[in-house]
């Protein structure tokens, strides 16, 4: 199949660049030069001020202020310019200099959508009726000359303009350009702003235009992606939607508890469980709109279409605003405003609390933590009886430890006895693995005692939803299995990479990229933390490749030379910006081989088998990784030195 056929059926079928640089005139804000300014109404005297008052009859060299800032009178004199180019004094040299200068980078974005066989429009700053009905959109960070705030704001706001006109169709595809060399940063805000699923968009710096196939392969990723990307972007809409209309009619339902209900369900009811009303009415408002959330069906066709999501050829990374590690805490733990609520209980906790050390508490050696910082107590008493004052006289609790989400130590499963998150104060995160051999018991008078806020060893640091909570009570009662528990996503790590290359001496020799660009990505471990998939950002895709390729083989380790053969073929080398370096045996506390997946080789029916790959490197932490490879750093093939975030 064709690029220019790949692109059609896509339903890229019109495409509109949009930059300041085709408007026909410039704005007033764009002539910054106060000199020529004052150089021109100063001439304008006589003979000289006629030839103006021919081009704007209300020209007077005394109202130069309001002319300065008046867009009619900035029309005029640029359409005759060339009738009084000798009084300008170069009032527009600067716009015409960067428009010039710009016009090349243009030129290049329609000759790609000309390769591409995509019919376009061109449009400078007033382009929001154009774009309604455009498949593609190439726009231009910033739609004014100065390159500031409100340039960037005039863009952001008639972009989303734009895209609101469109109604129900589907969004269109977004290639963001600019000169600005930061632009990677500026793209994710933008792109937040927009409100767009990174699968529908891209951005370039304008310079790298020039590159040969540059624009049209950014292009060609979007079409390859677009059914995908939105059938995504219509089911977040749809839910998005829905949830406001099902809190109107949550709302409209709720109306008819009055106070007197209340009253009723606090005397026969709340007194006796001893709950407060507020605590109560917060966990009924959460079922009913959960339940009016689920009565819209559209919300489920939305859902159905994101089972049919492609799998080859699998979509480029761009992690700069990823964090799945969020998405897991939203679904396990209650939100701690929520958390905090009182609830009028007679226990301090209550059934699904992790318990810790209180911030600023010093840990004390014969206390309830025994001196240990990393122990924290899952409350598996149930709620009922924490909240009744007949009821429990004593709390079952589970002891637990913490565990630092780090890639070079062992212990990253997530089983039925682990909870794969929980986020301290100071934001770092950890994982809990729980001991059901190890239980501990608590009265009324201790607990009390513990959490007293100024004063107790110990605070509530989460609270697990119920499902989560179930699930772990179900394995101390009879080790079954999760029960009703959603599974977590697979998690995810940031990380920077430098790259080396083996040489024939046994030295090594580092990939230097370009200015401005980085080689990121994200880790992702399953379930089963045995190993891991890592994925290169596609942000530098262009740049890496080409550096694969400029490789000389000679200059190679000679047992190494296979593996950098294999990433010269672009159809492999274009896998480590979508599927990844796949199987990668954790922790990295040593080297790892690092392998594609074998060309025609599906993935395992179990995330917690190995796929088959081919090796093309070895994944090093060690600074002195040359050392720590020793014998076999000339088999290595490309060297990853791997620097991970923090996972908070």
Request: net charge negative; glycine share 6%.
């Amino acid at each position: 199949m064709s690029d220019q056929v790949s692109v059609l059926e896509s339903g890229i079928s019109s495409a509109i660049v949009v930059d300041d640089g085709y408007d026909e005139v410039p704005q007033v804000a764009e002539l910054l030069g106060e000199d020529a300014w004052d150089s021109l109404f100063d001439d304008a005297q006589g003979a000289a001020g006629d030839r103006i008052v021919a081009l704007f009859p209300d020209f007077d060299s005394d109202d130069r202020e309001i002319l300065k800032s008046t867009q009619a009178f900035v029309d005029a004199l640029w359409n005759g310019r060339e009738q009084i180019r000798d009084l300008l004094s170069g009032l527009f040299d600067v716009y015409e200099q960067k428009a010039q200068d710009n016009r090349p980078f243009l030129d290049a974005a329609e000759a790609a959508l000309t390769t591409l066989g995509v019919p376009f429009q061109t449009c400078g700053r007033d382009f929001v009726a154009a774009a309604v009905d455009a498949e593609l959109i190439i726009i231009d960070l910033f739609l004014g000359i100065q390159q500031g705030a409100e340039d960037r704001e005039l863009t952001v706001d008639r972009l989303r303009e734009a895209i609101a006109r469109r109604g129900d169709r589907p969004l269109p595809s977004i290639v963001l350009m600019s000169q600005v060399p930061t632009i990677e940063q500026l793209a994710k805000d933008f792109r937040k702003d927009v409100k767009l699923h990174a699968s529908a968009f891209r951005h370039l710096r304008k310079p790298d235009l020039s590159k040969p196939g540059r624009m049209e392969g950014l292009i060609l990723t979007l079409a390859s992606q677009r059914s995908d990307s939105q059938a995504l972007a219509t089911f977040v809409d749809t839910w998005e939607t829905k949830a406001v209309e099902a809190v109107r009619e949550a709302s409209g339902f709720l109306r008819k508890i009055d106070i007197d209900d209340l009253q009723h369900i606090r005397s026969m009811l709340l007194r006796f469980e001893g709950v407060n009303t507020s605590s109560y009415v917060l966990d009924v408002f959460d079922r009913v709109l959960q339940h009016e959330i689920e009565a819209h069906s559209e919300v489920l066709e939305a859902a159905i279409r994101l089972d049919e999501m492609a799998e080859d050829p699998a979509p480029l990374m761009i992690s700069n605003d990823r964090d799945t590690y969020a998405v897991i805490e939203r679904t396990l733990f209650v939100n701690p405003n929520r958390r905090s609520h009182a609830t009028g209980a007679v226990w301090p906790i209550t059934f699904g609390d992790i318990l810790g050390s209180r911030p600023g508490a010093a840990i004390k050696p014969r206390g309830f933590l025994t001196g240990r910082t990393d122990l924290v107590f899952f409350v598996a008493s149930p709620e009922c009886d924490l909240i009744r004052k007949d009821g429990l006289t004593t709390a079952l609790l589970v002891v637990g430890t913490l565990k630092q989400i780090d890639m070079t130590k062992p212990g990253l499963a997530v089983t039925a006895k682990t909870t794969p998150v929980i986020k301290l104060d100071g934001d770092e995160r950890f994982q809990v693995d729980w001991d059901f051999g190890n239980l501990r018991t608590i009265n009324l008078a201790q607990a009390k005692r513990l959490l007293e806020v100024d004063s107790g060893d110990l605070a509530v640091i989460g609270r697990l939803r119920e499902g989560s909570a179930l699930a772990l009570r179900q394995q101390l009662l009879s080790n079954v299995g999760r029960v009703g528990e959603l599974a977590p996503l697979p998690r995810s790590l940031k990380f920077q990479a430098d790259l080396h290359v083996p040489l024939v001496d046994g030295e090594t020799e580092q990939i230097v990229m370009p200015a401005g660009v980085a080689v990121t990505g994200n880790v992702l471990i399953p379930r089963s933390g045995s190993f891991a998939t890592l994925v290169i950002d596609s942000n530098c895709e262009a740049e890496l490749t080409a550096l694969l390729l400029d490789l000389d083989l000679t200059t190679i380790a000679p047992k190494s030379r296979p593996m950098f053969q294999r990433l010269k073929e672009q159809n492999r080398s274009r896998q480590l910006f979508r599927s990844g370096l796949q199987g990668i045996d954790l922790p990295l506390n040593v080297s790892r081989a690092a392998g594609l997946l074998k060309p025609g080789e599906e993935q395992p029916d179990t995330d917690g088998r190995k796929p088959k790959t081919d090796k093309i490197g070895t994944i090093v932490e060690s600074e002195e990784f040359a050392e720590a490879l020793g014998n076999k750093l000339r088999e290595a093939g490309l060297i990853f030195k791997l620097q991970i975030e923090d996972s908070s």
